[in-house]
């Protein structure tokens, strides 16, 4: 599922620029709407997945998502092309946020933050084949052979998902309190259940995973100038030949430094993993942006990629450890809408800056917003936690 986000993220602005003879911004517009789509199915997929179970939602939008794949065949004008990708992100955000919360379910939890770290890992292999893929599907300029690609894997990944198995279902409620570990958790749930009847938002989002999601947001606003105009940037310093090998790299440098990244999340506190991961991100952005070589170029998509690999896994860790286990759903869909709104806007205002100036201010400016992510992990998380330094400490969590 992933790999086809990543083809499509990578080959559509191509098309919209070659094909739909479309500019800068909208070839950002490309993924914005999409993304835009994934922001307005993630609040109800949380709570659809919390209520109705996670493998049933998880087919119901693996479905959806693979005739979204189906129907680009037949959007030949740029209209009815948004409005497909709009739907298509709707089903990914179903789909996606049912499968990572399943992730969540296998997974022990002294050992969340290694399990997720594995399951994110294969997100990062995806990122490596797919804009790899995207490039090669759209190498002749044939829409129908990008299009085929997708829907043939759209369609292996739900048959993969047909064949998830996962431990007995449990609502978002336990039906018997005696099932639980003691009456303070029920209580705990109870009251937290009430303070969501309350608040109509606190039905789609988990309150308790929106601070460290507004970091990933900020995050991913920054990262959303690599899948989107690293393509288009290789032209231009006309190092278009690596382009495939920069996000290659990228990926081997997250799955290598994996191992570590979960058992350090696992057994420190999470600020271990995010501000030396931060760092390296903003460095490598910086590299980017002054690059004129091959190996600058990819110089920067290792340190990038070690940055990268620390930080996302740890931000969806930490939305689901600071979570009640019965909205892991919620929790779920609450970090991937904040991170995708990022994404999405991200995709555009990068697209601008790009316009306006050119392809290197706009890493430049990634990286700034990088730098303000730091700042607002230390404002919304890392204080916050010092403050509560005293209360015993969970599994994995600081």
Known sequence: MFMTFYILATAFPLYVRDSLHGDQQQMGLAITVYVVGGVL??????????????????????????????????AKGMVLFLI????????????STATSTAATVIIPTSRQGEGIGYFSMFMSIAMAIGPALGLLLWKDHNINVLLTGVSVIAAASLIFTLGIRLPKEQNNQPTKPEQLADVSTVQQQEQESQNNKKRGWGKFLEPKAVPISLVGFILSFAYSSLSGFFASFAEEIHQSNITALFFVVFAVMIV???????????NYREHYLYYPGIALFIVGMLVLSAAHSAFMVLLSAMVLGVGYGALLPCFQTLAIKLSPAHRRGSATGTFFLLFDL????????????ASFTDYRVMYEGAGVVALLSAVGYYILHHRRQAKRSTLPRQAGVA
Do not use: E, N, Q, T
Request: contains cysteine; proline residues 3%; glycine residues 16%.
């Open 41 to 74: 199915g993630r609040p109800f997929s949380g709570l659809w997945v919390d209520r109705f179970g996670k493998k049933k939602m998880a087919v119901i939008g693996m479905v959806i998502f693979l005739l979204a794949c189906v129907s680009y065949f037949g």
């Open 84 to 95: 497909v990708r709009l739907l298509h992100g709707i089903s990914y955000a179903v789909a």
């Open 256 to 266: 290598v430094s994996r191992p570590i990244v979960g058992k350090v999340f696992d």
């Open 342 to 353: 990022g994404y999405g806007f991200g995709s555009y205002f990068m697209g601008m800056i």
